[in-house]
């Protein structure tokens, strides 16, 4: 089992940024592609961006490509998404999720999620 914990979140004004966190226990993820999606409020969850195992790949977005960057220090155990150029719409509850197999776009692929933290882009 693997228990994420997000963190970071919170009230910006457009144009800001904000680092997200997502610390896991339980296992090493480091073997682990991990993910972030986010879900607005009467959306579905929808990917943000991806990374695997050493961080030799990373996926986006096409809405985040350019402003939002995935990283991953394997030997904390936690991922990361620096998020620039906040825009309202950018506005959700952000998750990080472990991928357990399939399509690494959708959240049906990833086996663990964490809680969410809240990000508010006021405009």
């Known amino acids: 089992q693997v228990q994420l914990v997000e963190s970071g979140g919170g009230l910006v004004q457009a144009g800001g940024s904000l680092r997200l966190s997502c610390a896991a226990s339980?296992?090493?993820?480091?073997?682990?592609?991990m993910g972030w999606f986010r879900q607005a409020p009467g959306k579905e969850r929808e990917f943000v961006a991806a990374?695997?195992?050493?961080?030799?790949?990373?996926y986006y977005a096409d809405s985040v490509k350019g402003r939002f960057t995935i990283s991953r220090d394997n030997s904390k155990n936690t991922v990361y998404l620096q998020m620039n150029s906040l825009k309202p719409e950018d506005t959700a509850v952000y998750y990080c999720a472990v991928f357990t197999g399939g399509d690494i776009y959708y959240p049906q692929s990833y086996g663990y999620w964490g809680q969410g933290t809240q990000v508010t882009v006021s405009s």
């Open positions: 990374i695997t195992w050493f961080g030799e790949n990373t």
């Open positions: 339980g296992r090493t993820i480091s073997t682990y592609t």
